[in-house]
């Protein structure tokens, strides 16, 4: 089994491994990993939390946090700090995302399933929520944030929204913390555009965590919900323009302070937005190209992060292609989520999109063999993180929602990638 295990992992070529699974089979229902969040702490350690299961969606679903005080190269066995321990299943506790104030407190925020579904198990929930002073240490119990509701909810008060926050927070201009997240819409409000999970309808909203630096407790923390109800952020879905389907925003900080935000969607491009208010008022979402006029993105249904570099520069990763790759075609995102390319991005202050962006470079692939339980997963979907390690960049991605591997991005990787300027 280990020279398995070796031959698997050299696939996309890590420079760290986080988390390798004791079984190929399920049977340390540690097999499913995601949601991959690395973050500094306050203590100047690594952290990262991370959304662990059998496979994803099963019952055993939880939140689980480790640390590394060497930069990566080790890290300790994580440890469960919401949900079930295994082989305890129940109380699915999903999609974790950290936030540091600047006292040092760590909050740990995350979807809280009471055991009753409306789009998905694994997105219909509460916002559980709990906090630490010691750097990750020991945790406190958990605690309700309350939720906005959304005409785009189930009009039954007893269910839940469907949610997910699947990047870390980022600070706007203003110092203030904001999370995009997805609202996955309720079949009560909006039936799907077809039968396969993409679609089923979604729209993009964003959270800003307006007293976190005062330190409160986790059913304290100060909310503020934007781009809500119609306003939401909405791009039509292809097979029925009458159907949402827009996801997971990926925003970075320009350097005049605009907030611009990456999205994946159905349509085979990534669609982008940009706010003027620090996460206020969002524009009407368009397709996103290498440039102004240029050729739109291609890039299935699959996150598609945008990362600060450490020179101010950024890193954009997709798929470069529109979902129609493979046997399946777009219907099989276990197969088309790979392999991954990227671009060089840079800000053009008087563009109508203010990121415009080289031409692609292929980073990793792992050749579509899938690992797992239950037949597992093929996908190189980046439910990922950065880190910045002095003029460096470390990507935190799961493999095949497998293992947790990290690949540098060293300025050399760059160095013959040219963004156009005009």
């Not at 998905?120 to 559980?128: A, D, K, Q």
């Not at 959304?150 to 007893?158: M, Q």
């Not at 093929?378 to 929602?401: F, N, Q």
Request: with cysteine; aromatic share 12%.
């Amino acid at each position: 089994m280990s020279d398995r295990f070796a031959r698997e992992l050299a696939r996309t070529r890590p420079d760290y491994l986080v988390y390798q699974p004791g079984s190929f089979d399920g049977s340390t229902h540690d097999t499913g990993n995601e949601h991959f969040l690395v973050f500094e702490g306050p203590d100047g350690e690594l952290k990262a939390v991370w959304t662990q299961s059998t496979i994803e969606g099963q019952p055993d679903q939880r939140i689980v946090f480790t640390r590394s005080g060497d930069q990566g190269r080790t890290w300790d066995r994580p440890r469960v700090i919401a949900g079930p321990t295994p082989p305890a299943s129940g109380g699915m506790c999903s999609w974790g995302f950290p936030l540091v104030s600047r006292s040092g407190r760590i909050y740990v925020l995350y979807s809280k399933h009471l055991g009753v579904n409306d789009v998905f198990s694994h997105t219909t929930g509460l916002i559980g929520a709990i906090c630490s002073d010691d750097a990750g240490v020991s945790w406190s119990a958990e605690q309700i944030v309350p939720m906005r509701r959304s005409t785009w909810d189930n009009p039954d008060p007893a269910l839940p929204a469907n949610w997910i926050v699947w990047q870390r927070p980022r600070r706007a201009a203003d110092g203030v913390y904001l999370a995009g997240f997805t609202r996955w819409v309720s079949g009560s409000v909006c039936a799907p555009a077809n039968q396969h999970w993409t679609g089923s309808p979604a729209v993009v909203e964003f959270m800003r965590f307006e007293n976190l630096d005062d330190d409160p407790a986790p059913a304290d923390l100060a909310l503020r919900w934007h781009c809500c109800d119609q306003a939401a952020l909405q791009v039509p879905h292809p097979d029925n323009a009458a159907v949402p389907l827009v996801q997971e925003p990926s925003t970075v900080v320009l350097p005049d302070q605009r907030l611009f935000t990456v999205m994946r969607t159905a349509t085979g491009q990534p669609w982008w937005s940009q706010s003027s208010d620090h996460g206020r008022t969002w524009s009407a979402p368009q397709v996103l190209r290498f440039r102004d006029g240029g050729q739109p993105v291609r890039h299935p249904c699959s996150p598609c992060p945008i990362y600060p570099l450490p020179d101010g520069r950024y890193v954009f990763l997709y798929h470069n292609h529109d979902g129609n790759f493979g046997p399946a075609g777009r219907f099989d995102s276990h197969w088309h989520r790979r392999p991954l390319w990227m671009s060089l991005g840079e800000f053009r202050p008087t563009a109508e999109q203010p990121v415009w962006f080289s031409i692609p470079r292929f980073l990793m692939d792992n050749d579509g063999v899938a690992l797992g339980y239950g037949g597992g997963r093929a996908d190189l979907a980046m439910y990922a993180s950065i880190t910045h390690h002095g003029d460096e960049a470390v990507l935190w991605y799961p493999e095949r929602k497998f293992f947790l591997c990290g690949k540098r991005l060293t300025p050399a990787m760059f160095e013959d990638l040219s963004v156009p300027s005009a």
